[in-house]
């Protein structure tokens, strides 16, 4: 199976364990809210039975306070709990409603509170009220009471009704408590589906996480090993992997891109070799000839010595300046030719030293002055590329001087990751238009016949910091002197130039 199929199958699993473990949660979010729903339905039942209960007791009491006291005050309790007894009855019908035994249990106490209404109080009240009117019917009244009240009618009736209350609330509180435990049960089953569920997609995970670091990692580790010995530069190693997976493609293709980059490097490094013979070959035909004409130069002034007119005598010398700058433009293009094609010894070195040496060697005339900041670093990294970019730089500032005083100024700043050199002086300038054309070759400013330039040194310069991947500007203006600001690496980067 490919890696891609295997682990897409892998957290596909996972995903539906857990989306099955949030459905079961959802489900029981839900018996929970109805649950709460139903337990303050069933509060609010019981609230409004005990209050129901509560009336009818008090119209209990308001009926006897009456017909005891003959205060009209007492009737008005009892009217106002009747009235809102009707409200009671109508909102709990309601809430019981397909509930058979609870809505059996509230008719029958609606029944019982009418029959206690119309059979009890209300001829009780009427024959209080007309006790007064005769004495016949204050007997009447005598003997209503003393039946009802006396004898216990009225008392069976209330005991008919509380009783009927209180199975109405024990039938509630059992319900609830089944209900309760329903829930309990519910939530055991689902914290156990969610702790199964959870624990497999962890197992699974675990499993697909321990193959990818322990098969995969090892296979990509090799792979990452090899990508390393190739930017070495070591072509021979191959990967031994037979899986027909996607990392089995993968070493295949690093495989074959060792292979053909193997036979690349080879391939430019008989070019670069041969390159290296033309390059000598055709300087030295080159140079051969040149030489030949030099020689015919002096031969003719001595064969005709003070015979020779002096203008024939500038245009032998003049045709010699020639010979020698063409000489060192066939120098200059060998030494550009050979940058990044050499590897050169890495040493320590200290860069204030090897100014010191190279402004002794280039020997600036009397009354220009080259001065080295003394803070200059000491880093370990290819001195020959290093002393050729000072070279040139220092040289050009020098030559191209146009006053008999002046100075020259080299420092350095150390970057975050790099070393900023610098080679400023107080020469003619450059105009900014030029500032990327001197670093082509063999383009100067000034006319070759008026000033000797072969055009390569920047060229060169240019060159080298491309090949270290550095860079180099220039900050200058006309009559401001001109100021070369070049970075170096702090580090040593091997690297295969082409």
């Known amino acids: 199976m490919k890696i891609a199929s295997l682990i897409f199958v892998g957290?596909?699993?996972?995903l539906l364990l857990f989306s099955i473990t949030t459905y079961v949660n959802y489900r029981q979010s839900v018996k929970v809210q109805e649950n709460t729903e139903w337990v303050q339905r069933s509060q609010l039942v019981i609230r409004q039975a005990a209050r129901l209960h509560r009336n009818i007791t008090e119209m209990e009491s308001s009926l006897r306070g009456y017909l005891l006291t003959d205060e009209p005050t007492f009737l008005e309790p009892f009217d106002s709990a009747a009235s809102e007894n009707k409200q009671l009855y109508t909102e709990l019908k309601t809430q019981v409603e397909h509930n058979l035994f609870q809505e059996k249990r509230l008719a029958d106490i609606e029944q019982l509170e009418t029959r206690w209404q119309m059979e009890v109080a209300k001829p009780l009240i009427q024959a209080k009220k007309n006790a007064f009117m005769s004495d016949s019917a204050r007997q009447v009244f005598s003997n209503m009471y003393s039946d009802k009240i006396k004898k216990g009618s009225e008392r069976i009736i209330n005991n008919q009704i509380r009783q009927k209350f209180k199975e109405f609330n024990n039938y509630e509180y059992d319900l609830r408590e089944v209900r309760r435990a329903t829930l309990g049960d519910s939530v055991e089953d689902t914290?156990?589906?969610?702790?199964?569920?959870?624990?497999?997609?962890?197992?699974?995970?675990?499993?697909?996480?321990?193959?990818?670091s322990l098969t995969i990692s090892r296979r990509i580790n090799t792979m990452v090993q090899l990508a390393?010995?190739?930017?070495?530069?070591?072509?021979?190693?191959?990967?031994?992997?037979?899986?027909?997976?996607?990392?089995?493609?993968?070493?295949?293709?690093?495989?074959?891109?060792?292979?053909?980059?193997?036979?690349?490097?080879?391939?430019?490094?008989?070019?670069?070799?041969?390159?290296?013979?033309?390059?000598?070959v055709v300087s030295h035909?080159?140079?051969?000839?040149?030489?030949?004409?030099?020689?015919?130069?002096?031969?003719?002034?001595?064969?005709?010595?003070?015979?020779?007119?002096?203008?024939?005598?500038?245009?032998?010398?003049?045709?010699?300046?020639?010979?020698?700058?063409?000489?060192?433009?066939i120098k200059g293009?060998?030494?550009?030719?050979?940058?990044?094609?050499q590897k050169n010894p890495v040493e320590v070195v200290n860069t204030k030293l090897m100014l010191q040496e190279i402004v002794e060697m280039l020997s600036p005339q009397t009354g220009l002055q080259v001065f080295v900041q003394p803070?200059?670093?000491?880093?370990?990294?290819?001195?020959?590329?290093?002393?050729?970019?000072?070279?040139?730089l220092i040289s050009n500032s020098v030559k191209y001087h146009h006053q008999k005083n002046g100075k020259v100024i080299v420092g350095c700043e150390e970057k975050e990751d790099c070393y900023e050199f610098f080679v400023t002086d107080d020469g003619p300038g450059i105009e900014p238009k030029y500032h990327e054309k001197i670093f082509i070759i063999f383009q100067t400013l000034k006319e070759r016949d008026a000033f000797e330039s072969t055009g390569v040194g920047l060229a060169i310069v240019k060159k080298i910091l491309d090949d270290k991947k550095c860079t180099i500007k220039v900050l200058s203006e006309i009559g401001n002197g001109a100021t070369f600001v070049f970075t170096w690496p702090k580090h040593v980067v091997d690297h295969i130039s082409s």
């Open 11 to 14: 957290f596909t699993v996972i």
């Open 191 to 212: 914290e156990a589906i969610s702790f199964v569920l959870t624990t497999l997609s962890i197992i699974l995970g675990l499993a697909i996480a321990f193959y990818i």
């Open 228 to 280: 390393d010995r190739i930017a070495s530069g070591n072509f021979g190693i191959f990967i031994q992997d037979s899986s027909r997976d996607e990392l089995g493609h993968l070493a295949k293709s690093l495989n074959s891109m060792t292979k053909t980059l193997s036979e690349n490097i080879s391939q430019l490094e008989r070019k670069n070799e041969e390159l290296d013979r033309f390059a000598y």
């Open 285 to 329: 035909d080159l140079k051969a000839p040149l030489r030949g004409i030099e020689n015919i130069s002096y031969c003719l002034e001595e064969d005709y010595g003070d015979e020779m007119p002096v203008q024939v005598k500038d245009y032998l010398s003049l045709m010699r300046g020639r010979i020698h700058r063409m000489e060192n433009m």
């Open 333 to 341: 293009i060998l030494e550009l030719s050979r940058i990044g094609r």
């Open 375 to 392: 803070d200059m670093p000491v880093i370990e990294t290819e001195k020959i590329p290093l002393q050729q970019v000072f070279i040139n």
